[in-house]
């Protein structure tokens, strides 16, 4: 089956050999389809024959978002907890722990409607390849169940069973470490790419992360860190040192964190709903961009600092409180996230890669920023399925 | 036909009779729709047989959003704008000189598909009333054609023939205020409900909208005020001094005019998604609720300085950035916005009002602003059919 997506007004491409920038941007473009691939990208006039042709109708298409960090498999929310942060109180890691009770409670079934519940409804706002994390479980047989559950619905599970330190090892945290390279590591490594650790004042130090993320690499995962989300620290360097995929949050950082970055392979994912939704100050995009470092965007969609999963949202924020341009905000959300993941074949339309488009209800990219709040995903195909 | 919603965890009725707050709030509740209103309101238990019954799933169900402040018949659009803005470049009122031009070159028709482009957009976000503005005509015929085809959708047209001085009459802005209170507004003033002005440095001043506002009264017209946008100035106390129903925008207000509101029944209609897009500091909307303020909540849909059509993404921010509550954030959105209009049928879930009922795919109103950008509207009805 060949499908022909033509009269593309502005097509994103993110395939550095079509144009200066990194964004490939094509005009009164078309795509080939071809089973789950792109075949052809081109000008409309050059197009060749498909089985099914759709007219784009002169409006926007781009790969769909990879959206790199997620916490999508957990019981309850937090609803009141935001409620009353928005009323004045600050935000606090702890809060966690509520969603860790809710989780456990929950049988797998409940856990996996949920979980699929919030696949589609990214889909429909065009998110076609998601990351998701472990880390409300916080025993062998909890985490074993959400990095499995994950594993059912994509390739990109992350084991992160250092989310925060449960309450039952409070004042342990180094046992509670012990379990985390021992039993539950041997319990989540079969189901699981990438090892992951929340270093953080509140959460684990840096000798204690590097244990972790060292134990997962030793068990062939790969790593990535949360560091830096609610004052500086060293998580940014020690994920640079470990040659982590990607260091996630990243709102205070040094300048030698900054440089550690440019001058590494890791890319910096930031989370605007985190600041969104615990009012912390937006990190500065522009200076990070402007200094070399490679960026993604993450929702980060999770019960306690960040329940949106829109990326259209957080390239809006990007643009309006991070300093990045549109274009940077789009490549930062699909291939962006693709670098987080280590991944060539997702946020990039050209021949070889998944046919995962969307297609825009608007002319350019820029609308994602210009018109916040506005479902603007008109329709959505991955791997050449259309699915929204 | 009778349609009773049951099963619904949070009501908000915004009936002050309900509850000592003026949300009206019920928890397991249902609404009997009868025709086109709302016949009864209650307990689950307490519910009246019903033709049909819609199970609300243990869901929200707020009013339909009343957006009482749109500009939404206009030709074109400046994204391209908005992305420079977004690199730096100041917002200046003269961009909507660009949108006259593409709104005097396009047809009716094309005007019409546009705007009901719009609308639709809007139902899907769960707005069931919308107020909507010329402006973009400038000339007696345009105008007329502006309010005439907004007209043909909503009964809260404004005619705002003063929303800037075209080109054509730069340097002569008396000869264009005396165009706007002579022929224009004899053009439109049979198709209007309100008069509106631009009351603000670089539009209009005190006396040109003393003088539009004025000859709109004496035409039957009920005035509404744009004032202190961009910075402080006279129109709010205009505006009360006149017995405006709302004065919208608001940014840059003083302690003289938010008395004056305090004092008034004036509603201050706040529009962040103005202050997104302009990268302006977002009003305190904390402080003037405090101060006794009765506030709304609107999108102000235009191509240039918001172009939003998301209440749900207006209440997010307002919780976020203006310092509001959700609950009020939502009263603000719904009967706030009935205020602006002074509307008692709708904003409110009360026997005898209109049966606009906007059902959430949320436990909680609290999640259009804990989960921003995100669609979280499920269903809505207006005049009790179904119509997203």
């Known amino acids: 089956m060949t499908t022909l997506l033509t009269n593309i007004a502005e097509l994103t491409t993110n395939d550095p050999s079509r144009t200066a920038d990194p964004t490939g941007t094509l005009h009164d473009a078309a795509v080939l389809i071809d089973g789950g691939r792109v075949a052809w990208v081109g000008a409309v006039g050059d197009a060749p024959d498909a089985e099914e042709v759709v007219d784009a109708g002169r409006r926007a298409v781009i790969p769909g978002f990879v959206d790199s960090h997620s916490h999508l498999v957990f019981g309850g929310d937090r609803a009141e907890e935001f409620e009353a942060r928005m009323a004045g109180q600050k935000y606090a890691a702890g809060g966690i722990r509520s969603t860790v009770a809710a989780t456990r409670a929950a049988s797998d079934d409940a856990l996996r409607v949920r979980l699929r519940g919030f696949l ?110 609610l004052g500086p620290g060293e998580g940014v360097r020690l994920a640079v040192e470990l040659g982590a995929a990607s260091v996630d949050h990243g709102t205070y950082l040094t300048d030698d964190d900054i440089a550690a970055l440019a001058a590494s392979d890791t890319v910096l994912t930031l989370l605007p709903g985190v600041e ?113």
Not at 137 to 162: I, K, N, Y
Not at 205 to 210: A, C, D, G, Y
């Open 120 to 229: 589609g409804e990214m889909l429909a706002q065009g998110t076609t390849t998601v990351e998701i994390k472990s880390g409300y479980g916080l025993s062998v047989a909890d985490e074993e169940r959400l990095v499995r559950l994950a594993a059912e619905v994509t390739p990109e599970v992350t084991f992160l069973g250092a989310h925060v330190v449960p309450a039952e090892y409070a004042d342990r945290a180094d046992d509670y470490v012990d379990l985390v390279v021992g039993p539950m590591l041997d319990a989540c490594a079969p189901h699981a790419k990438w090892i992951d650790v929340f270093c953080e004042t509140g959460a684990f130090t840096v000798p204690q992360s590097r244990r972790v993320l060292e134990a997962g690499i030793a068990r062939g995962l790969a790593p990535r860190v949360h560091a830096s989300q």
């Open 276 to 388: 969104f939704s615990t009012r912390q100050p937006y990190p500065d995009a522009r200076r990070l961009i402007d200094a070399g470092v490679t960026v993604a965007l993450a929702c980060d969609t999770n019960p306690g600092s960040s329940f949106t999963s829109s990326m259209p949202f957080c390239i809006a924020i990007a643009v309006r409180d991070m300093g990045m341009t549109p274009a940077e905000a789009v490549w930062a959300a699909t291939a962006g996230g693709a670098g987080a993941l280590r991944r060539d074949d997702v946020g990039i339309i050209a021949p070889g890669a998944r046919a995962d488009l969307v297609l825009l209800d608007a002319p350019t990219r820029i609308h994602l920023a210009y018109r916040p709040g506005v479902p603007l995903v008109r329709r959505v195909w991955k791997d050449g399925v259309p699915v929204a």
